[in-house]
């Protein structure tokens, strides 16, 4: 089993409606969860951490579900400039992160 | 301001040569990686380093080489034993390498060899 799984996409978007996506974690020990944002060609740039409760910034909400191990990220009124691949990153053992492979985001308008 | 430098944005050479990307940061983080990514993958981690004059193997450390000698500077070698060495190549950093540090990324360099 990988231990970090995203779906690739592209998820296709209307510009203005929901979108969300999760992450499956294979490690249980796992201890901290965040949602990178990337784009084309471009470095990674941190979206957002995730922590237990939940959080939300702006337009975005992240969600943590240990039982079932796996983060979520939710797009609200989504924007043409919200397309990119949203990476998921979870830091487990002494070196820390392990990455999945990216969920591509396309908004249409 | 500050960030992560990486130099330079693209990056040519020969099959056999020995190559050195650059990486300098200004923010103070103790904690520095080196991160490949190829079409279709995942970053995958060559080396990284949680402070001065130490760095640890990552998962794909063969043909590499890396140095510390200043907290700022993490630079990386692509040596000719390297089989694959085309990529784009991402260094990154963190304040600590505790377990709620997010990584910050320098904006890559593109590796081709021919």
């Known amino acids: 089993r990988k231990e970090v799984e995203q779906d690739p996409g592209p998820f296709n978007v209307p510009e203005g409606a929901t979108v969300a996506f999760n992450c499956t974690y294979s490690?249980?020990?796992?201890?901290?969860f965040f949602w990178y944002r990337q784009d084309c060609r471009k470095e990674p740039k941190l979206l957002m951490s995730?922590?237990?409760s939940g959080n939300e910034d702006g337009r975005f909400t992240a969600q943590l579900n240990r039982a079932s191990q796996y983060i979520s990220l939710l797009i609200r009124d989504s924007k043409l400039s919200d397309s990119a691949t949203y990476l998921c990153?979870?830091?487990?053992?002494?070196?820390?992160?392990?990455f999945g492979k990216g969920t591509h985001l396309i908004i249409q308008p | 301001d500050g960030g992560i430098t990486q130099s330079p944005k693209y990056l040519f050479r020969k099959e056999g040569q020995n190559v050195t990307l650059s990486c300098e940061q200004n923010?103070?983080?103790?904690?520095m990686y080196w991160y490949r990514q190829d079409p279709g993958q995942g970053l995958r981690l060559i080396y990284y380093?949680?402070?001065?004059?130490?760095?640890q193997k990552g998962d794909i450390a063969e043909g590499y080489s890396v140095s510390r000698e200043k907290k700022e500077s993490f630079p990386l070698t692509v040596t000719s034993a390297q089989k694959n060495p085309t990529a784009f190549y991402l260094c990154?950093?963190?304040?600590?390498?505790?377990?709620?540090?997010?990584?910050?990324f320098g904006n890559g360099t593109r590796l081709t060899v021919t």
């Open positions: 990153v979870v830091r487990g053992g002494a070196d820390g992160l392990t």
């Open positions: 490690n249980s020990a796992s201890q901290s």
């Open positions: 990154a950093s963190s304040i600590s390498p505790g377990r709620n540090s997010p990584l910050h």
């Open positions: 923010l103070n983080h103790d904690a």
């Open positions: 380093s949680q402070i001065v004059n130490d760095f």
């Open positions: 995730v922590y237990s």
